[in-house]
Each structure stands twice: as C-alpha cells, then as structure tokens.
C-alpha cells in the first residue's frame, strides 16, 4: 500500500499522522475486503484552501472537513473481480489500484473534535475512513446509502477502538 502525504497547514496534530493514515487505510481495505495492494492520496491543508476546493469541485463557497475523489467508478466495488479488466485503474510501475485523493482540513478536525467532545485523533481517523469509504464507492445521497456508510465507519472505527 502507497499512501502519499502532502501538509499544506502549520497545524500539528497531538498523534503520529502517517502513523494513524496508514491504520485507519489498511483496515478500511480490510473492511470491504479489497484484494489488491492500493495507493492513496492525502492532502492535509487548512480551511482557508478548503473551502477554495470546495468551491471549485462542488459549487459550494464554504469549507469543509473532507473531500474525496474517486478515481473510479463506484459501481466497480460491487465486485472486485471486475477490475481486471480496467488496467488503466492500476499504476503501470507498482501494479497498484490508483483508489483516488482525499483532503482533510486541520482546522476542521481540531474545531470538530471539540465540538463533538473528542480526541483530534478520534475525528481525524474519522475522516480518513469517511474519506476512504468514498473512494470505495460509499456514498450518502440517499437514506439507505447513508445508513451503510455510517454503520461501515462505526464498525470500523470501533475495531480499531478509536471511540468517541
């Protein structure tokens, strides 16, 4: 598994960040059962460059905590098998599933771990599983895809025993 951190914010978080991504990555994949070794974008930035991406990928002028971007179809994860017959989907050097990028803002998961009475740890392995499970092809547009999306990162975060 490649997971590439990028920091755009002077914002340090009271935990192993590159430690913490890579649990929180490796259980997800292990959580939907993925076969193949992946490789992961992550940009940790502020909410000042949030809100310009959220602006400019989905219209909205407000930051936000995460953003993902898939780099493949989300019908394509009802069967993994099915990959294989979209190579483009793979690295041509390392042979891995490019799964897409995901952006998380700093500020956000300070602000919201207080909010919601928390660890900054706690929200950010959050987000990292909300995150990933979009580029998994979760989603919540509808209450049923909403239910699956958030009883995935319950199960997930509480066998990581990152609780609230």
């Known amino acids: 598994m490649s997971v590439f951190i990028e920091i755009e914010s002077d914002i340090e978080l009271p935990f192993q960040v590159e430690k913490m991504t890579q649990v929180v990555i490796d259980a997800t994949l292990k959580y939907v059962n993925c076969p193949y070794e992946t490789e992961v974008n992550l ?81 950010f392995a959050f987000l990292i599983a909300h995150g990933m499970f979009h580029l998994l092809g979760y989603d919540h547009e509808s209450e049923d895809e909403s239910q699956r999306m958030e009883k995935a990162q319950k199960e997930l975060l509480d066998q990581l025993k990152i609780l609230r």
């Open 43 to 123: 940009l940790l930035t502020t909410s000042v460059n949030m809100q310009q991406f959220n602006k400019e990928h989905r219209g909205i002028d407000k930051t936000t905590d995460v953003l993902s971007f898939p780099m493949l179809e989300p019908v394509m994860f009802d069967d993994f098998s099915k990959l294989e017959e979209h190579l483009d989907v793979f690295h041509p050097e390392t042979g891995e599933l490019v799964l897409g990028d995901i952006i998380i803002s700093l500020d956000q998961v300070l602000a919201q771990a207080e909010e919601y009475g928390h660890k900054p740890k706690r929200e």
